[in-house]
């Protein structure tokens, strides 16, 4: 009996050990290759280079839509790169906003080995861009972020001024969505990120939107949930779609596309209601 507790034991610590070091495998799958831009779907764009604060040379795009007032940087998931993500681009494009989408280092042509400290590095400089060569004003800014891009997103936002900040399909941190996928380990001794989208979001000033699908199998709703109810800030806003978790805003078509619309109406009229108290004060 004794010798069955000790094998159990060291099982039990070797998988521990063995999920520890492959921790960066779970959160950064980078792809280098970019079989796509924005051009096959029939989208003028601009090839865009960052360059970090830590020297690093980024790579990503900047599509422009017509008469477009707002700006979303977007902040993509975990995997592929940038040029998985023309859905989204093609969304943003015909609801009238202009995108700026990046690489994080090491995905795509971006340089670098990928870091939950350079990833936030790496959000900073794309809002740097569009603030100090396409001069758009951060009231003109929505941060944008889904899956692990979501954390991304919230981190910057809760430490740089915008006109509002979109979080869909994200996790309350990272420790608590490697709980749920591993309750049975001690992962939070095991942890080697933070990620903590909970926490950031506390931080952030601006309108926030949630967007979550009740049939997320990667995170689950409740992490939606929870973000919207304990975490944000008013004004803040919840849309529920319905899909899976790389595919909801893509199923729940015009429900998605109508909420964005209904949400951006919201922050602009937001704005103007804010500045005419502020005029009344003074």
């Known amino acids: 009996m004794l010798l069955l507790v000790i094998s159990l034991l060291l099982a039990y610590w070797g998988l521990g050990t063995v999920l520890y ?40 795009w900047f599509i422009p839509a017509k008469k477009a007032v707002f700006t979303i940087l977007f902040c993509h998931g975990n995997g592929g790169n940038i040029s998985y993500t023309l859905d989204s681009v093609n969304i943003f494009y015909e609801l009238g906003f202009n995108c700026l989408i990046f690489d994080y ?9 990928p870091t939950e400290e350079g990833v936030y590095l790496d959000a900073q ?34 430490n740089v001024k915008a006109k509002g900040l979109v979080v869909e399909s994200a996790f309350t941190s990272y420790t608590d969505i490697g709980q749920k996928s591993y309750p049975y380990l001690p992962v939070r001794l095991f942890a080697r990120y933070s990620f903590n989208t909970f926490d950031y979001l506390k931080k952030v000033k601006c309108p926030v939107l949630i967007i979550h699908s009740r049939n997320d199998e990667v995170v689950p709703f409740e992490f939606g949930l929870r973000l919207y109810e304990e975490a ?13 978790h790389n595919d909801g805003f893509l199923y729940s078509d015009q429900v998605y596309s109508q909420g964005l619309t209904n949400w951006a109406a919201f922050i602009k009229n937001y704005q103007q209601q804010t500045a005419a108290k502020i005029k009344i004060v003074s």
């Open 232 to 244: 944000a800030k008013e004004p803040k806003e919840f849309l529920e779609i319905f899909g899976s």
């Open 21 to 60: 070091f492959m921790q960066p495998s779970f959160v950064f799958s980078p792809t280098r290759e970019e079989p796509y831009n924005p051009a096959d779907l029939g989208l003028e764009f601009e090839k865009v280079l960052l360059k970090t604060s830590d020297s690093l040379t980024l790579s990503g």
């Open 125 to 158: 400089a794309a809002y740097d861009w569009l603030i100090n060569e396409k001069k758009i004003s951060p009231e003109n800014i929505i941060i944008f972020g889904r899956s692990l891009g979501g954390s991304i997103a919230a981190h910057l936002a809760g």
């Open 105 to 113: 280092r090491g995905y795509g042509n971006s340089q670098g080995k």
